[in-house]
């Protein structure tokens, strides 16, 4: 039988232990929230042809607009294809760099298991 006052062999240490653990998730949570309305509203530019095709994607990925300049429709389909695939690569990116920081700043201090 345990000891009065141990609970399962969990001592007091450790239920303070277990708290602050989920205290840490909890504002991780938070924190990862508002972190996705940030890269929701967050703009983020991907371009080729020096600037003759942008495509503009939120900090997620989500596709938002694709400025083409009318020069670049000069070029002929085959290479502004190859333009707008180029911009997009670039956009998908910056966006993944950006969401891959702003998360290493969300868990930096945390000592998460496999992380």
């Known amino acids: 039988m345990a000891e009065k006052g141990q609970g399962f062999g969990f001592g007091l240490g450790k239920m303070k232990e277990l708290a602050e653990a989920f205290k840490k998730a909890q504002q991780v949570q938070e924190g990862a929230k508002r972190l996705q309305e940030e890269l929701?509203?967050?703009?983020?530019?991907g371009e080729s042809g020096g600037g003759l095709v942008k495509v503009i994607v939120s900090g997620n990925q989500e596709p938002k607009?694709?400025?083409i300049a009318p020069s670049a429709l000069a070029e002929g389909p085959e290479v502004l294809s190859d333009l707008v695939a180029a911009a997009m690569k670039d956009a998908y990116k910056k966006s993944t760099e950006t969401m891959r920081e702003r998360m290493e700043d969300l868990t930096s201090g945390l000592e998460?298991?496999?992380?």
Not at 112 to 115: F, H, I, R
């Open 40 to 45: 929701e509203q967050m703009e983020i530019l």
């Open 65 to 67: 607009r694709v400025e």
């Open 112 to 115: 998460l298991p496999g992380m």
